[in-house]
């Protein structure tokens, strides 16, 4: 039978597995670090086992993040979660259709900025109360409310373009990065915020050859139609 209090020891950011340059490293975020850069390379690639690895990938980081009273990242978890199994039947199901880049167009993004706004205000003031909602959860006060609030909701706005081939999804995700970064670097999980940096750095790859496919297709049905 499974101990529960070793399994809770295993999940604790306090199980160190090894000091690497004086930063005591727990096995939590070693595991949270290395799934979230597989999963993302795979997503690059297009292979379906993205999505069972995002869960793992999801499970270790909702640990992780309620550990560091980042509960609107602990609450996203949640989603990505949800979503991978949602994307993994839906990848099942494939049968080698193609779907095309398309842009949401400039309404819609002024709908998509003031969707954030009132989103990352409303999970922020949320987040606020959990621990005066839920005392003996939430311990502990949340840090960086709003700056967590919108890396959160942004996030699955980004991931929802992302399935649905928008092209605004990998301009989200620079933003996204870029915030998480500085969160992470000052809340001194140095393993995190690298795996951000790289991160980062596919976001911007991601901006380049999907805004360079979505001209492409631009191109060819203006050709096809003229």
Known sequence: MLDLRFLKELFSLDYTIFVWLGYPLSLLELLGTTSGLICVYLASRNHILTWPIGIFNSICFFFLFYQIQLYSDMLLQIYFFGSSIYGWIIWRKRTGQFTKIVSLGRKMNLFLMFL?????????????????????????????????????????????????????????????????????SLKNIPFVTIEY???????????????????????FETNFTS
């Open 197 to 219: 940096v790289i991160f980062l750095l596919i976001a911007f790859y991601g901006c380049w050859h999907w805004y360079k496919e979505y001209q492409e297709n631009r191109k």
């Open 116 to 184: 954030i706004l009132v989103g990352t205000f409303g999970l922020g003031y949320l987040t606020k109360h959990l621990p005066v909602l839920f005392p003996q959860i939430f311990q502990k006060p949340p840090d960086f409310l709003y700056w967590d609030a919108f890396t959160t909701v942004t996030s699955i706005i980004a991931n929802l373009l992302l399935a649905q081939r928008k092209l605004e999804s990998w301009f989200l995700w620079v933003l996204v990065d870029i915030v998480c970064i500085v969160l992470y």
